[in-house]
């Protein structure tokens, strides 16, 4: 035994090179993706590019955006091509000497530094005297002119590594005239020639109005398609793909489908709990449709499939009756608490009585009653601010505050007869909800005007709906647990009971492979009964206890465990695919810039195909906008892309439903995506979903 009380371990470790390696920050890991030096495409191999214009793709351009971004409402998309023997006056202009600022906005997402990498060395090729500053703590920092200037030593270090790290991030918008100001005193401190914006939809909205703003001091503004939540997706007006994804959507859903894979894998071996996951994405669902596609885990609720639900059963039914059900159309969270209850009941009715399931952060934004409520506080808080020129959230704290100003509403609204946007109707139904959901749905809006769905226990709200109606589907004898008839006739048998004498008194479905205890048989009481009625037991037996340890098998206890998945895949680093994709656009993002565009963003077209066929582009960012309301008020911003329930992808998921739901005997259809990998031939690895469109659009063809 090692007498530790003498010995120095400060000094052991410094003096043991094996101890200092298995202790030291730096592994093979951390190595191997330094030292890894992401492939490029075709394009980039030839030392000059050019940009050319390409009339082919039209956009339905919003009246609002040609007002406001005259200077790059005509911008065209433009074509990154290689040019072989270019004449010594673009030369000339490809090297020149330049000082051009970078920013991450928004959300970290796998890639990032990587696409920064692909920026320097693509500017320094071209001059080793340019200098690259990153802008620090997002767009404040650009207000702020904080910024470091970017070195060999610093990019190498982050390379391939994912987070945002290196220079960090910020939300912030830059939405007033004085952060306009500021931000041009910046660039002009600075001598900027462009500006590279790193950032969501929100990010490349404030790079759009910086390319205008900025357009006249001849300051480049160029946008890099980011975010996890996979919503930044661009098609020109006739469909056609030009931006498939943002970078780090790949990384994160894998992150969260390997975690989720696990959970699968734990909760089909211990089968005793439905783990509830609800995965990141504020608004759109295409990392739960991912997260399907590469687990199969049992239920996976997508919202937009939520708010294109119709009730066929009430629009027949009002039919009849001569009338139509405008209310048969989209999902509440009661009608869907029953569509999850109705899934787990017929799991457990074949002895599953656990599971995995699937829940998009943004949910609730597709739910009627929900999406009512957070337009009209939007509109309420919007009103306030502008009425009293001071902020809803500061004046109201508290939750118990901001109820009373509602009821206040309500009041007036009710006594004065007047129309307000909050009536006593909405009071009444606001109240009925957990005090916590209320705090949430009630939550400050992000500097963009954006609900903070990350904020709030979207599942606990939809699992306590659940958790009551299960139970009430318990006391009626319909939620149970399916018993294999191979276990209830060994264990009769045991007992030298005889399995036929008690199976027709006992289950509903004598004879299958699952069998269920009739709904009237819900106690050992009401067992006890049906067992005297039909003439098995004397009133004064007891129930053999095999009988009885069957019917207590057939009774289910709802046991959940709730997990979120989001900052952890958010901050994992990324994918070989991701790492590539990321570096590119970087690359793309410096043709931009050395060729003069302004008001483009970065994006490579033909993502699905094998890497060779990739075609850097840049789109115009102001063809994508579109008027939207943000903090009650009508705003313009980049366009997001929800899942298009038509898509070839979603309508696969949906044809596997059941199948991944797996109600029946047997094993489940389980995927293993299994974790990142990084090395190896693993550009060719993509997103799933958008895989799928393309092979299902080709043998459609
Ligand atoms: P971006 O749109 O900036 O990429 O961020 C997306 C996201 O990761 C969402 O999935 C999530 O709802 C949100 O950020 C969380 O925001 P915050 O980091 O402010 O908590």
Redesign the pocket.
Known sequence: MLNDKYIDFAALIENNPDIKQAVSNVNHELITRRGNKPSICNVFLNEYNTLRESDEFTFNIDKEAKKRLPDIINNKVQYVEAISSPDSSYKEKYHKRRNIGIVF???P?PGGHNVIAGFYHAAKKANTESSIFGFLLGPDGIVENEYVELTDGIVDEYSNLGGFGMIKTG?AKIDSEEKMCLSKETCRRLKLDALVIV?????NTNAAFLAQEMNKDGIQIIGVP????GDIQVRDSKGTVLCAISF?FHTAALAFANAISNLCTDSSSDVKYWHICKV???VASHLALEVALQTHANITLIGEDLADYTDSRRIEKAKKEGAFDYTAFGMTLRHLSRVICDGIVRRAAVGKNYGVMVIP??ILEFINEIQVFIIKFNTIIAQYNSTHDTDFHTNFPLLDDKLEYLRRLAKTSREEGTFTIWNARDDDLFNDIPAFFQEGLLMER?SHGNF????VETDKVLMGLVKDYLDILKEKGQYKIGISKVYYAKTLEKGNLYPDMFGPVLFKNYGDEFLIVKETITSVKTLKQALVRDGIIQESDMIPAEVEKIFKKSVPSFKTQVHFY??DG?GNDPSGFDCVYAYNLGLTAFSLVANGATGQMAAIKNLEKEFALWEPIGIPIASLMHIEERKGKLDLVLEKTLVDVNSPCFKIVKALREKWLGAFPGEDDYRRPGPIRFVGKCEDERPLTFILNELARSSLD
Request: hydrophobic residues 15%.
């Open positions: 906005s928004g959300g997402a939300r950032g969501g939809d929100d990010s980011k975010t996890i939540d780090g990141m994405g504020r952060e943004g992000d903070q769905f990350s904020q989001g900052y958010r």
